[in-house]
């Protein structure tokens, strides 16, 4: 099934190239809703919580939005390692995660389990220069159980439960689409 991307909400900058995608195969974020979708032959498989952006939609570089539009799976990260391993720059520090550790390091953002990297696909919405996705680290992970409570908190990236980023991430190859939508 293709979308035919068009710049109906005026909060989005105007496309400067029309953008045709064709998919029948991704995983559809709804910022809304904060759930997360996996479409597999045009049809809904299953079903995840998320938690998106504290602030909200966005593309800008430093602005802690999650960003929207189409994306892929640029990197599949921590295939090998334990639920609850704690990454920092997408490596694992050879910590797990516990609510100890966590009262321990209060401010960290923490990225556990399995990181799923995501690449824009749209030039100058989300793919190059102060939009680019990648290079603004956007990533789907896991974060701590008890901090998923049904609202935006992220700084940006899509945050899962542990089990439920397993799943996932055993489920869908690299450069599996991503379309991310308020």
């Not at 479409?39 to 809904?44: E, G």
Request: proline share 6%; net charge positive; with cysteine.
């Amino acid at each position: 099934m293709p979308y035919l991307l068009n710049n109906s909400n005026s909060n989005r900058p105007p496309l400067k190239h029309t953008t045709l995608i064709q998919a029948v195969d991704y995983l559809d974020i709804c910022i809304a809703t904060q759930v997360l979708t996996v479409i597999k032959n045009s049809q809904c498989l299953k079903q995840y919580a998320i938690s998106t952006a504290k602030n909200g939609a966005g593309e800008q570089r430093g602005s802690a939005c999650t960003p929207r539009g189409w994306h892929c799976i640029r990197a599949k990260i921590g295939a090998q390692q334990l639920i609850n391993s704690v990454f920092i720059g997408r490596r694992p520090t050879g910590e797990i995660y516990s609510p100890e550790l966590g009262k321990q390091f209060p401010e960290r953002d923490w990225i556990l389990s399995r990181i799923l990297w995501l690449c824009g696909l749209e030039p100058n919405i989300n793919r190059y220069g102060k939009v680019d996705s990648t290079w603004r680290y956007i990533y789907i992970h896991g974060t701590p159980d008890e901090l998923m409570d049904g609202t935006p908190q992220s700084h940006g990236c899509v945050r899962m439960h542990n089990q439920d980023l397993l799943e996932l991430f055993a489920s869908i190859p690299i450069r599996f689409k991503v379309y991310i939508h308020e």
